[in-house]
């Protein structure tokens, strides 16, 4: 069974860097593209950031581009997502998940990111 | 960016009743090159992640039940129960994968 697990989330002060780590097991991780998304807290979804299977082709969310950098390293079947200069703003759940047309979508359960003085 | 419209934003049902979720986007998402609509419904219950309800606008996702269904074409697209359970409630979601950023609806909750 396919699975995302997020880590790395906490309480960092504005300004600050983070780094958010998703691990996958269950499928063949370096087939993938993944991707990165974000909930404000009690509001909807936000695309932030996402990288082809093969890590060649990143793209960014206009919030979030020049402060976030995304990468993957596929012996560890994990895919980063590093935040610098973090804005209050940036306080939000992040979710990670696998990209596919078709079935294979699947999302992780997320981590807290709070961004505060 | 594509902008994905969902009405209405809160839906009371009754249990066993029909409820019917309206998504509209600002412009096609039929994939010219595998003719798919790369639309899909994510439905998120209290403190949970969202999973994945319908993919590539009528193909339900393992495990949903099929009082669920999902049509549309090109721009309008809609997410329909048959019979509505209890289980069923939470914030239902569309989101556009044919173009980054990939965009969400403002959220259904049905309730």
């Known amino acids: 069974q396919d699975q995302l697990v997020e880590s790395g989330g906490g309480v960092v002060q504005p300004g600050r860097s983070l780094r958010l780590s998703c691990v996958a097991s269950g499928f063949i991780f370096s087939s993938y593209d993944m991707y990165w998304v974000r909930q404000l807290p009690g509001k909807g979804l936000e695309f932030v950031a996402h990288?082809?299977?093969?890590?060649?082709?990143?793209y960014f969310a206009d919030s979030v581009k020049g402060r976030f950098s995304i990468s993957r390293d596929t012996s560890k079947r994990t895919v980063f997502l590093q935040m610098k200069s973090l804005r209050p703003e940036d306080t939000a759940m992040y979710f990670c998940?696998?990209?596919?047309?078709?079935?294979?979508?699947?999302w992780g359960q997320g981590t807290l990111v709070t961004v505060s003085s | 960016d594509i902008v994905m419209t969902q009405s209405p934003l809160s839906l009371p049902v009754t249990p066993g009743e029909p409820a019917s979720i309206s998504c509209r986007s600002s412009q096609s998402l039929v994939d010219a090159d595998d003719g798919k609509t790369h639309l899909d419904w994510y439905l998120q219950k209290p403190g949970q992640s969202p999973q994945l309800l319908m993919f590539t606008l009528s193909s339900r996702a393992s495990g949903v039940p099929d009082r669920f269904s999902g049509s549309g074409s090109g721009t309008d697209f809609t997410l329909k129960i048959s019979r509505v359970e209890a289980e069923d409630v939470g914030i239902y979601y569309c989101m556009q994968h044919i173009e980054f950023p990939y965009t969400f609806g403002q959220g259904t909750k049905l309730e």
């Open positions: 998940a696998r990209d596919a047309v078709g079935p294979d979508v699947s």
């Open positions: 990288i082809s299977f093969d890590g060649r082709k990143k």
